[in-house]
């Protein structure tokens, strides 16, 4: 858990959040868009960071395999609740737990925040809780795709609360094994849907996977919709509304 240079993400313009309050926090690696009703304290949000940051680094000292296995591993029965919960999903997903850290925090904040807010948008990464009165609309960057930029999704707010993320094989820095261009899990918990964003975008290595990925992503209990960019080819499934974007 380095401290990373902060790079610019352009595609946080491609989220609707209008009328909202939004905070930019970075805390290492953690890099987090905070919009919400309500004009949030920045000095909160980054202790609380910082503190669930230091729950997980503190663990990974006790237990290497925590922050570099690939493949799901137990944690001790005194883990904080956000290394339990990654290491569930990783588990539900079969791949490492770090693969959920992104997402994990993201839920964590939102349950601090849960009394003091009706809306709430936090973006890590690329990864998303949303809790929401209204529709809101979200872009799909998917790198060289034709099709990026090109689409929304809209996201129900009676649905809500509920994770939004996004893994690729072309794009980004974190570690992939696929090719997609852009894979997206909506599900009930941000920790698990960055979960099994990884692990779906990990199946396809050629287009003819694609079917295998979303098979494999809607068997998870808590996965509600998928969608998959290979190049110029769009897959979905589950309860997801598709449309142009304007």
Not at 117 to 131: A, P, Q, R, S, V
Not at 140 to 148: E, N, P, R, V
Request: with cysteine; net charge positive; hydrophobic share 40%.
């Amino acid at each position: 858990m380095k401290t990373n240079k902060y790079q610019p993400r352009f595609y946080r313009n491609w989220l609707d959040k209008k009328e909202l309050f939004t905070k930019h926090i970075v805390v290492g690696e953690s890099d987090i868009l905070i919009s919400s009703d309500v004009d949030l304290d920045e000095d909160f949000l980054r202790a609380r960071i910082s503190d669930y940051r230091k729950n997980i680094a503190k663990y990974i000292l006790c237990d290497r395999n925590f922050s570099t296995s690939l493949t799901p591993i137990r944690v001790s029965k005194g883990a904080p609740l956000i290394v339990k919960d990654m290491a569930e999903a990783a588990k539900k997903s079969g791949v490492g737990p770090m693969a959920a850290v992104a997402g994990a925090i993201a839920d964590y904040l939102a349950k601090d925040l849960k009394n003091m807010t009706k809306e709430l948008i936090i973006e890590n990464g690329g990864d998303i809780f949303l809790k929401t009165k209204t529709k809101r609309r979200i872009g799909i960057y998917a790198g060289d795709s034709k099709l990026s930029g090109k689409i929304v999704i809209e996201i129900d707010g009676k649905k809500t609360p509920l994770g939004v993320c996004t893994s690729s094989g072309t794009v980004g820095h974190s570690l992939n094994f696929g090719i997609t261009d852009a894979t997206v899990i909506v599900a009930k918990t941000s920790t698990l849907a960055d979960a099994v964003a990884t692990a779906t975008s990990n199946i396809v290595k050629k287009s003819e996977d694609i079917k295998k990925a979303i098979n494999f992503a809607k068997s998870i209990q808590g996965v509600t919709a998928i969608l998959i960019i290979v190049k110029d080819l769009l897959s979905a499934w589950g309860d997801i509304k598709i449309e142009k974007a304007k």
